[in-house]
């Protein structure tokens, strides 16, 4: 089968971003045929499809770039030409979208559809439901937008607070309407059945929604020795921003005697530093690479997955698991669907006590590490995945 990989950036940027690089992998291990097609970007790695990427944009600079920019959005800015080159060059049976929006252009699945390539879409936000992406207004839950008006990415000034880029926004959702969005596309791959709930209630078609969990990368878990004696600490290990629950983290941790050690950065880092960076029982690393993650997170008793907003299906807490490490983890979005008893426990979002006492509970729990990894391994494998997605294509 000749399949046809697309998404906006071409290097370990994110999780849709790895997820799109995985699954090229995998289709060659199992002897399909792979293209790429991305937006031309300085750190996108190495391919011999690069020739035919579409050219770069950025929302940042001056007033010419932001035009570009946004004529992007709308299927302009060269998308469509390089999109029609790489169709006629590979001739794909099936193109896979993942993250298209802003930097390419949903107007590349029309063009697909329109010569009647097979189309599936898998998503890695909220964009098709939410014209901000994240189901977040002022650093909280919002749902107005989904099966309702898109006005309120306006009046609510979602996009940076800024009445432009929610403007603009609008305008986008407008535009791409499921209804036009559906009718160019065969299968919409949602990882949770939290997110195949928020399509349906967009106005999605059922019919087209195939839930298939993400994978875990096969080379951070294959063939390593899960460790039976664990250090005395618990980790977090992710963005420092509002929306991913840090801070109420810290919070709890305060006021509990086992120590945290905290990986990543963001916008929040400086001032959690200063606010919290002097309590014995906290350790912040800053950014740690994949290695530096793994080890991390092999070494401590749990994880922690502390978020306020809508998680799709996050990387972090399959890739605790599957290494045994089990996740307290907030009840919100998709992480529910990820942690059963015996891996880990969950706590009401938001709540500073809720979270304390499950990290307590969680220190003086007795896991079964091995058995964990080997569940976890299982239900996020490779293969699972791959046999999943092959009857994507082929429905």
Not at 230 to 251: C, I, Q
Not at 287 to 298: H, N, R, T
Not at 318 to 343: C, D, F, H, K, Y
Not at 346 to 368: K, Q, T, Y
Request: aromatic share 10%; with cysteine; charged share 20%.
């Amino acid at each position: 089968m000749k399949v046809l990989i697309v998404n906006k950036f071409y290097y370990p940027r994110g999780g849709d971003c790895i997820c799109a690089m995985m699954l090229e992998e995998m289709l060659r291990k199992r002897g399909h045929i792979t293209a790429v097609f991305a937006m031309d970007y300085p750190l996108n790695v190495d391919s011999e499809f690069k020739c035919f990427f579409a050219p770069q944009v950025a929302f940042e600079g001056g007033i010419a770039n932001k035009l570009r920019a946004a004529q992007r959005i709308f299927g302009g800015a060269g998308v469509k030409r390089a999109f029609a080159r790489v169709l006629d060059a590979f001739m794909p049976d099936v193109v896979h979208f993942h993250n298209i929006h802003s930097y390419l252009s949903p107007i590349i699945v029309e063009m697909a559809h329109r010569r009647g390539i097979r189309t599936v879409w898998s998503m890695h936000d909220f964009k098709l439901v939410c014209p901000a992406y994240n189901c977040l207004s002022q650093g909280h839950p919002c749902e107005d937008c989904i099966g309702a008006s898109k006005r309120n990415v306006l009046s609510h000034r979602c996009m940076k607070g800024s009445r432009v880029a929610s403007a603009l926004a609008w305008l986008e959702a407008v535009k791409w309407s499921p209804k036009r969005l559906q009718d160019a596309t065969d299968v919409f791959v949602c990882p949770s059945v939290f997110m195949a709930q928020k399509m349906k209630k967009g106005g999605f078609d059922d019919k087209k929604i195939a839930v298939i969990c993400n994978p875990v990368d096969p080379k951070k878990v294959d063939g390593i020795s899960v460790s039976l004696k664990r250090n005395d600490y618990y980790a977090y290990v992710g963005r420092l921003s509002h929306e991913k629950g840090v801070e109420t983290l810290l919070k709890a941790a305060v006021t509990l005697p086992y120590p945290l050690k905290i990986a990543g950065g963001g916008p929040l880092e400086q001032s959690l530093r200063e606010r919290f960076g002097k309590c014995p029982t906290v350790e912040f690393l800053g950014m740690q690479d994949a290695s530096q993650v793994k080890q991390l997170l092999q070494n401590a008793r749990f994880s922690v997955a502390p978020s306020e907003c809508y998680e799709n299906n996050p990387l972090s807490v399959i890739e605790s698991l599957s290494l045994g490490t089990p996740v307290v983890g907030a009840r919100i979005g998709g992480i529910p669907e990820l942690i059963e008893p015996g891996n880990g426990f969950l706590f009401r979002s938001g709540s500073v006590d809720s979270l304390a006492n499950n990290i307590a509970v969680a220190w003086e729990s007795p896991f079964e590490y091995n058995n964990i990894a080997e569940k976890a391994k299982a239900r996020f494998s490779e293969e699972s995945f791959i046999t999943e997605i092959l009857k994507a294509y082929s429905l």
